[in-house]
């Protein structure tokens, strides 16, 4: 696991899409696997600019989204199609049909979630795969508990997720949040080729340290990233602050990318 440490999200930002723009330059039908959330918006911005500047085409490549709740119509502004539509799929060249979304209104979400990883596989795997962290360390909807071999399958949605969310519907009520999703599992994500994990701000500091210097474990499902062969962590100074060996961290992993420790 290589950890960059940034002093700020936006310089780590433009570092993690430096990563994944120059792998689609180099296979332009790389596999993504993309993440939601306000953790990759600056990313897929920066992203977004290298295709305006020509400097990239995503025209061939394909991806698959991490997770999306259950019961929301693609069309719904917090559904993770929508997102994703808004965020990254209308500002690069990306065609929408190579683009993948689970579908929260599946007559059997069982059977959809079987389907999802067998096109993954069909594809010849995610070449990167792009995540967020969970404050308690969780990756995808990966709750705390969650086996570190687990699949695409249905998950339950922790209260204090569920709490989480709510700001982000019509009225804040927790009663309009859906308490399900589906999720690819901590196993589904580890086989991706490589890694990309953001990390920004003073509450994501215990996620990280756990993550990175505690031990394997179901109770933070990112710690699972510590066994992958090539998983990259772009946090900022306030992610990292409590990582024991953070200078050497960031002096190793500048000395890899070719920049000033």
Not at 62 to 86: C, I, V
Not at 157 to 173: C, E, H, M, V, Y
Request: hydrophobic share 40%; charged share 25%.
């Amino acid at each position: 696991m290589e950890i960059v440490i940034c002093k700020t999200k936006e310089e780590a930002s433009r570092l993690a899409a430096d990563m994944i723009n120059a792998a689609v330059k180099k296979n332009p039908k790389t596999v993504l696997g993309l993440a939601t959330g306000s953790t990759p918006v600056l990313m897929y911005n920066e992203m977004a600019k290298a295709v305006k500047a020509k400097k990239v085409s995503y025209k061939q490549v394909k991806s698959w989204n991490l997770d999306e709740y259950e019961g929301l119509a693609p069309t719904h502004n917090q559904s993770y199609r929508y997102f994703m539509n808004e965020n990254l799929f209308k500002k690069i060249d990306i065609q929408l049909k190579n683009t993948h979304v689970l579908n929260g209104l599946a007559k059997d979400l069982d059977k959809e979630c079987a389907a999802y990883e067998a096109q993954i596989k069909k594809a010849g795997g995610i070449d990167i795969q792009v995540l967020g962290i969970g404050s308690d360390g969780h990756i995808a909807f990966n709750e705390p508990g969650t086996s570190l071999t687990s699949r695409t399958s249905v998950v339950y949605l922790t209260p204090s997720t569920i709490k989480d969310n709510a700001r982000l519907f019509f009225n804040g009520k927790l009663d309009e949040v859906p308490t399900r999703a589906l999720s690819m599992g901590v196993g589904t994500i580890c086989e991706a080729k490589k890694i990309v994990l953001l990390a920004f701000g003073e509450n994501k500091q215990d996620a990280v340290k756990g993550m990175v210097e505690g031990g394997v474990t179901q109770f933070c499902t990112a710690s699972a990233l510590q066994m992958h062969p090539d998983a990259w962590v772009f946090c900022d100074e306030a992610a990292a602050k409590k990582l024991k060996l953070r200078k050497y961290y960031a002096w190793r992993s500048a000395t890899k990318l070719g920049l000033k420790a």
